[in-house]
């Protein structure tokens, strides 16, 4: 990281400027999908059964890495299957010798099929045309899935003999992906035709607006897609590129699947729904569902097919990516359309991640009681639900201290944990749906600590105690008052991940800090600042940005307020304000320091005690220390107060 710019000496005129989109950053996403295996046509028509295909010879195909691909595995294979079904037959009489011709390679000969193929055009029948892929799929010959190189077209061309593999491997990926959309569409139209328009469903507009509304703009980018596939492959039965046609239709029109994936919830839950409460619905949807057009199969699997379709996209052009020559005109604009796919998938998945989230919130904040404490708005934006669950906090209840040998005795009461981004309320459960707080606080309020007694029990009541502790403290709750507690988790895992969950990040570089996003403080731009990198934040005067991350040499990472923007800029044009970052840090800094205090005054009462004793009161001393255990600390609370109680 270069060394921070000297801000500018202030003057009347300031100068902005206009940001522009860099094509380079739209960097190639790397998805965590199953191995990506061809698959080739089904031998039914509809897209379900296309996908199942694959994922069954993913799952048998799961082994050694093997150096073959396997559209030629499988041709070869049926190949021999087909040799061994047919009758012997003698071999062919001796035909006389002819010079040999060297072969080319595999570029060479892939350039001279295509030349021969258009100086050729009686390689296909005059009158004659190649099939479409809709046919191919609805059609299939010899109740087998159909490749490229089984086409007879393809097989009279004399083609397979004259290119190479890696070429041969390349056409069957293009060819792939223009008959997987044609058995993606077939089944996209069962949906809107079948399901869609059936009166009988007797649907209320809202009803069928949420089931169906969407499907409508899918089906048209799908029929658009294929349109301009189909004519490329009309063109020739050697597909020269498709890359061109997949980057303007990923650029211009596949967006719709984005509002599609982030409404599934919703569609879902209202299919649901519908089968939950009304017969009528149900009886017509098993009636529609066996029509032999559905092919056994249930609607709900044709309201997932655009979900499956858009993230398996990525995975179709990236067999095509991996097989063209590194540099090439088509090399770059492939890795422009597989980077635009993965982009839109990405979009598709936090589309649907975040109307799970706002579903959660809603159910969450419905079952929050807050009739014993202030009330407050849990609905907000920005706000999800980040853990929960169920944990112990220990509490100590002062009896007849005559009649206890031991002192006190410990109480346990069952506290169930919500944890938001930037909130964490603490409530008891009332019922199955409805919890009543007991306290919350700002989640930058809160600090952790894994609670460890270094002397073992001797009492009953300190066994009682058990593991997996650690201490919470909330800074300031919602009295603004400071409160510890002892909690206790089920496990040492659950513990863990408690910790984990309430601890900011730590970064491994001790020369950055790191900032989660509700705890990181905020700057504002004191100079203009002009972005000199494609990673860099471009400021203007009086900008607020909340810093994510700082460097020991000067340089911040934050995120511009006003419009969601995120780079690096110079630290120095800027000076940090107040927020809520700095009163958390601030109080922290003063609990520490009250911590430290309490100790130090206690220990030092302590030697000053021991110093004025005799011999004989250290005595009895030391046989009455015998009795108590002092050397361990725990915290606790009522809800008006911060107490600190010595374990006995």
């Keep these: 990281m270069p060394t921070p710019p000297t801000p500018p000496t202030p003057s009347g005129s300031l100068t902005y400027l206009n940001l522009e989109l860099d094509a380079g950053r739209g960097a190639t996403v790397e998805l965590d999908e199953p191995l990506y295996v061809s698959s080739h046509f089904a031998d039914e028509p509809l897209y379900q059964f296309y996908t199942a295909s694959i994922i069954q010879r993913a799952t048998h195909n799961q082994g050694p890495i093997s ?25 062919p009489p001796p035909s006389p010798p002819a010079a040999e011709e060297p072969p080319l390679p595999a570029a060479a000969a892939a350039t001279a099929a295509v030349k021969e193929e258009e100086e050729e055009p009686a390689v296909i029948v005059p009158g004659d045309r190649l099939p479409s892929a809709m046919e191919l799929v609805t059609t299939p010959q010899s109740g087998r899935r159909t490749l490229w190189c089984e086409l007879p077209q393809v097989i009279n061309s004399g083609l397979l003999e004259r290119i190479g593999a890696q070429d041969r491997k390349l056409q069957e990926a293009m060819f792939e992906v223009i008959t997987s959309e044609a058995s993606y569409l077939r089944s996209l139209n069962v949906l809107t035709t079948h399901f869609m328009n059936d009166a009988e469903l007797n649907l209320s507009r809202l009803e069928w607006h949420t089931l169906f509304a969407d499907i409508v703009p899918v089906r048209e980018c799908s029929e658009a897609l294929l349109g301009d596939l189909e004519q490329r492959w009309q063109q020739s039965i050697v597909i020269r590129n498709i890359s061109d046609i997949l980057v303007e239709h990923a650029t211009k029109h596949l967006h719709v699947y984005v509002k599609y994936c982030t409404h599934q919830l919703t569609q879902e839950r209202m299919l649901t729904e519908l089968k939950e409460n009304q017969p009528h619905f149900v009886e017509v949807l098993k009636r529609l569902e066996s029509s032999p057009v559905c092919q056994s199969l249930a609607m709900h699997s044709f309201l997932m097919l655009p979900m499956q379709r858009i993230t398996r996209l990525p995975l179709l052009v990236d067999a095509i990516f991996h097989r063209l020559e590194s540099g090439s005109p088509e090399f770059e604009r492939c890795r422009l359309a597989l980077a635009t796919l993965n982009r839109i998938v990405q979009e598709c998945n936090e589309g649907a991640r975040k109307a799970e989230r706002i579903h959660e919130m809603l159910v969450v904040a419905n079952q929050l009681d807050f009739s014993d404490v202030k009330a407050v708005s849990i609905m907000s934006a920005s706000r999800w639900l980040v853990k929960k669950g169920q944990l112990q906090r220990l509490l100590w209840r002062d009896l007849d201290a005559p009649r206890l040998t031991f002192g006190r005795k410990i109480h346990k009461q069952t506290i169930h944990v919500f944890l938001f981004t930037d909130m964490l309320v603490l409530t008891k459960k009332k019922s199955d749906d409805v919890f009543v707080v007991l306290d919350y606080c700002r989640r930058n309020m809160v600090q952790v600590e894994e609670y460890i007694r270094t002397e073992k029990p001797s009492s009953k009541p300190a066994a009682e105690l058990g593991k997996n502790l650690f201490l919470l403290t909330m800074l300031q709750n919602h009295e603004n008052k400071t409160v510890e507690m002892v909690m206790s988790c089920s496990s040492e895992s659950d513990r863990t991940r408690w910790l984990e969950a309430v601890t900011p990040r730590m970064s491994d570089n001790p020369e950055e800090k ?82 430290l205090s309490a100790n130090f005054i206690e220990e030092k009462a302590r030697k000053e005690r021991g110093g004025k004793d005799d011999a004989a009161t250290a005595t009895a001393a030391a046989a009455a220390s015998s009795k108590k255990s002092t050397s361990s600390k725990i915290y606790s609370s009522s809800s008006s107060s911060s107490t600190i109680q010595s374990l006995q």
């Design 514 to 595: 790191i900032y989660e996003e509700w705890d990181c403080p905020q700057v504002q731009v004191i100079h203009p600042y002009v972005a000199t990198q494609a990673d860099e934040l471009s400021l203007e005067t009086a900008d607020v940005v909340n810093v994510l991350r700082k460097m020991v040499d000067g340089w911040y990472q934050g995120e511009r307020l006003r419009d969601g923007e995120r780079g690096w800029f110079p630290g120095n044009y800027s000076v940090e304000i107040a927020s809520a970052h700095v009163r958390a840090r601030n109080l922290r800094q003063r609990y520490r320091l009250l911590a």
């Design 67 to 91: 150096e073959e691909d396997g559209y030629e595995v499988i041709g070869e294979h049926r190949a021999k299957l087909e040799a061994a079904q047919q009758p012997p037959t003698p071999p």
